[in-house]
C-alpha cells in the first residue's frame, strides 16, 4: 500500500538555524498538509497545500515557516530561525480529495530537537 | 474555530473486551466529517474510521463502529472484542469541508488505550 515518507525520522538542530523537513506524498495525491505535535499536547494543523500554492494556514504558521513543492514528488516545510519551542514531532499528510472530506494519511513523522 | 474534545486520557481493558472511547466537539457547521485515528508506539497516524455528518447511520469497519449524535455533537468510537495490537493513542478529528482547496483536521488530545493481556 503506497505511504508518505518523511525525513530524517530525527532531527536535531541549534537554536537560530534553519532546519528544512522532506516528505514524499503518495503519488496520485494533490493535497499536502504538515502538522505538528509538541510533545503530551494535541496533533495542530499547520498549513495545507494545494495546485502550488498554499491553501489554509494556523496561526501557528507564521513568517517563520514556508512549504515549498520544488518538483513533482517532494514537499516541504522550511522553518527559519527554530526557537526552542519548535521541538516537536512534525506530521506529512496527504489527500487525493476526489469528493469531499476525503481522509489524510500521515507519514512517520520527524521528531525535531532544537537545543 | 472549531474544537475537539475527549475527556479521557487512557483507558485500560482486558483483551477480548469491548471498549468505548468518548468525543465531543463543538462547531457551527452542518456539514463536515469526523475521523478517528490511532497512532501505536511506532508513530504513525492510520486511519480508523470516517463518519460523514449528514448520512445518520453509524460507520462500521469490523471491529470498529462508532455512535454519532449529530445534536448532541458526540462521536464516541467502540472497539469490540479487543486486542494487544489495538494499543495505542486514538484521535478524534474534525474536518470542515473547504470548497476548492485542503481542508486541515482539528484533532482532540487523545486517548491512550492499553489492551491488558
Known amino acids: 500500500e503506497p505511504e508518505v515518507t518523511q525525513t530524517p525520522s530525527h532531527q536535531v538542530t541549534q537554536m537560530g538555524q534553519e532546519v528544512i523537513l522532506r516528505c514524499v506524498p503518495i503519488s496520485n495525491h494533490l493535497y499536502f498538509y504538515w502538522y505538528r505535535q509538541i510533545l503530551g499536547q494535541k496533533v495542530e494543523f499547520l498549513v495545507s497545500f494545494y495546485n502550488n500554492e498554499i491553501s489554509e494556514k494556523s496561526e501557528i504558521f507564521d513568517d517563520q515557516f514556508s512549504v515549498e513543492r520544488p518538483d513533482g514528488s517532494n514537499f516541504t516545510l522550511k522553518i527559519r530561525s527554530t526557537k526552542l519551542e519548535d521541538s516537536a514531532m512534525y506530521f506529512c499528510?496527504?489527500?487525493?480529495?476526489?469528493?469531499?472530506?476525503?481522509?489524510?494519511?500521515f507519514g512517520d513523522g520527524t521528531r525535531l530537537s532544537i537545543l | 474555530a472549531q474544537t475537539v474534545t475527549q475527556s479521557q486520557p487512557e483507558m485500560s481493558v482486558q483483551e477480548a473486551e469491548t471498549v468505548t472511547l468518548s468525543c465531543t466537539y463543538d462547531t457551527s457547521e452542518s456539514n463536515y466529517y469526523l475521523f478517528w485515528y490511532k497512532q501505536p508506539p511506532s508513530r504513525q497516524m492510520i486511519l480508523v474510521i470516517r463518519?460523514?455528518?449528514?448520512?445518520?447511520q453509524n460507520a462500521t469497519e469490523n471491529r470498529f463502529s462508532v455512535n454519532f449524535q449529530k445534536a448532541a455533537k458526540s462521536f464516541s468510537l467502540k472497539i469490540s472484542d479487543s486486542q494487544l495490537g489495538d494499543t495505542a493513542m486514538y484521535f478524534c478529528?474534525?474536518?470542515?469541508?473547504?470548497?476548492?482547496?485542503?481542508?486541515?483536521?482539528?484533532f482532540g488530545k487523545g486517548t491512550h488505550l492499553i489492551i491488558q493481556p
Open positions: 478529528a474534525f474536518m470542515k469541508p473547504k470548497r476548492g482547496g485542503a481542508d486541515g483536521l482539528t
Open positions: 499528510a496527504s489527500s487525493e480529495k476526489v469528493s469531499p472530506g476525503q481522509p489524510q494519511h
Open positions: 463518519q460523514e455528518a449528514y448520512k445518520q
